[in-house]
């Protein structure tokens, strides 16, 4: 129990001594970016979420069709069992399992990735545009128009 607790206590000190000291002053939020420097980020979030969101889908497709060869596999060997009348081989059903599972948990993980690169990209575009939004449109052609008007009073 006494070394339980003296490992205990080394491992939090050690995490104590090298975690990272930041100030408030040299946090980006502290500090008033332009739009520019904030589409800058969002884009390179953007960049990054995408790719690990391939990376992700990758990985899964590749786990899945490694579940598919196998699966494919033990079942030509059975196949040929029970007309040759040899004892069965030994079946990797768990490992078919966990890579079909594990791949499609991938796959589907990916999903949020792209989804959340999406509106990163559309962020960043925005903030980029160095265009001005006009809120209302311009209507007419600019003539002007004149006319009359009266009041009827009771």
Known sequence: MK??????LLTLLACNVFA??????DS????????????MQCLQKSKNQK??????????FTCITIATVMAANDFSNGFENLFSGKP???????????LGIGGAGMMLGSIPLFIAH?????????????EKIMLTPKTGTGKSI?????????
């Open 146 to 154: 004149i006319s009359v008007g009266f009041a009827i009073a009771f």
């Open 51 to 60: 790719t690990a969101g391939w990376v992700l889908f990758g990985c899964g």
């Open 118 to 130: 999406g509106k990163n990209k559309r962020k960043a575009n925005l903030l980029l545009n160095e």
């Open 3 to 8: 070394t339980l607790m003296t490992l205990t």
């Open 88 to 98: 069965a081989s030994k079946s990797n059903d768990a490992v078919e399992a966990v």
């Open 20 to 25: 990272q000291e930041t100030s408030i002053a």
């Open 28 to 39: 980006t939020f502290s500090k008033s970016l332009s739009n520019k420097d904030l589409g």
